[in-house]
């Protein structure tokens, strides 16, 4: 970046020499003012998960749902149509139902896994879907996504933020716009709320201004904080899936369990990290819940630590009822984030809490 800053340091304010130093902020080429316009840090975190992407161009955001918003905004104006999947993460679906349709813009919800193309109208612009889905980790044809944006001429939107780069990398397919929720695997740690969206340099200057003008910029301490837990990504998520393999494979043989939703293929890295279990039939979910010991009841996911999310009481409670039991979002399903912890402790503490709530 043109004033030479080093990101080991976290950069609040940007000192300007004089008037016509202000006047080069304005007409000169892009450098940094005020942190809600641009700043060091979070500039380096947008580019740091662009590059892991393979994207030319990253900006990093307040949140998951704040990058969603300015990605969304970059493509769709009032009037435009976006088709987006029906299994979206709850807040996801908050956002879009509650809020874009405020703004004129209509959107529908539908299975990504019939018939696309029946739903298109005139005044689609954008298909909206995750990689794999939370939480009943459904991996998208993303293949087939951009085939009949093609046809139509729509742009594209990925949440990958269960897969990762590690595993997935929509832009390198044909995605337009690639977003992620940094608050989980790409910080790792559970100490941050952030978010990154990558794509081609058109789209992401327009997504940067929609964030300068909504102030929905990353405060720098988390970007750097961010970063640093970015350095490891690729070990993290080596374990992660290693760790999540081997759960899946034991939870589904307890008898306890009348479901484990878990990937049948990602990709050549690996299935990804977080297992589904739907344990409504054959056991109590309450005594499963309290039973958990070490392991964390949690409303978020992807930390280094094993956690367990309720998704019919946290982040798929505002899905309406319908869609709820259309997808199979029941009364005993349970997402586990499977953390990095030596994978027996794992194992044994779940089988317990299984033993304790069979019914
Ligand atoms: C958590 C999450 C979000 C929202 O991210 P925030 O950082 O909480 O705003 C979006 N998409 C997915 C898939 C998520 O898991």
């Known amino acids: 970046m043109g004033q030479g800053f080093d ?14 130093d202000i006047e080069n902020f304005y007409t000169g080429e892009r450098d940094y003012l005020y942190t809600r316009v641009g700043n060091p840090n979070t500039d380096e975190l947008g580019q740091a998960v662009a590059d ?6 990253g900006i990093a955001t307040s949140s998951g749902l704040s990058a969603i918003m300015a990605g969304i905004l970059s493509i769709v104006k009032s009037g435009d149509h976006v088709l987006a999947s029906h299994d979206l993460y709850g807040g996801t679906y908050e956002l879009l139902a509650n809020e874009l349709t405020g703004f004129g813009i209509e959107v529908s919800f539908v299975s990504f896994e019939e018939d696309l193309e029946q739903h298109i109208q005139s005044n689609t612009v954008l298909l909206y879907t995750e990689s794999i889905t939370n939480p009943l980790l459904r991996v998208e044809n993303l293949t087939k996504v951009i085939e009949i944006a093609k046809k139509y001429q729509l742009k594209t939107m990925v949440d990958n933020t269960f897969a990762t780069p590690y595993l997935v990398r929509p832009y390198t397919l044909g995605i337009d716009l690639v977003v992620h929720s940094a608050t989980k ?5 559970s100490d941050i709320t952030a978010g990154v969206l990558v794509g081609n340099d058109d789209l992401i200057a327009k997504a940067r201004q929609k964030c300068v003008n909504l102030g929905s910029n990353l405060s720098p301490f988390e970007a750097w904080l961010t970063v640093r837990g970015l350095k490891t990504l690729a070990v993290r998520m080596e374990r992660h899936v290693r760790n999540a393999e081997k759960v899946a494979k034991a939870l589904e043989a307890h008898p306890a369990v009348d479901r484990v939703y878990y990937p049948e293929y990602v990709s050549e890295q690996g299935k990804g990290a977080i297992v589904t279990i739907d344990i409504t039939e054959n056991a109590d979910i309450k005594t499963f819940l309290q039973s958990l010991g070490w392991i964390k009841i949690v409303a978020t996911l992807a930390g ?3 956690t367990v999310s309720y998704p019919l009481g946290t982040s798929h409670r505002s899905l309406p009822k319908k869609t709820q039991e259309k997808l199979g979002i029941t009364e005993g399903l349970i997402r586990i984030s499977i953390g990095i912890e030596d994978v027996e402790d794992i194992i044994s503490t779940l089988n317990h809490a299984l033993d304790n709530a069979k019914k």
């Open 185 to 189: 695997y790409i910080g790792g740690h």
């Open 52 to 57: 892991l992407e393979e994207a030319p161009a």
């Open 7 to 20: 990101t080991k340091s976290v950069h609040i304010t940007m000192k300007r020499n004089d008037l016509e």
């Open 304 to 306: 280094v630590e094993t």
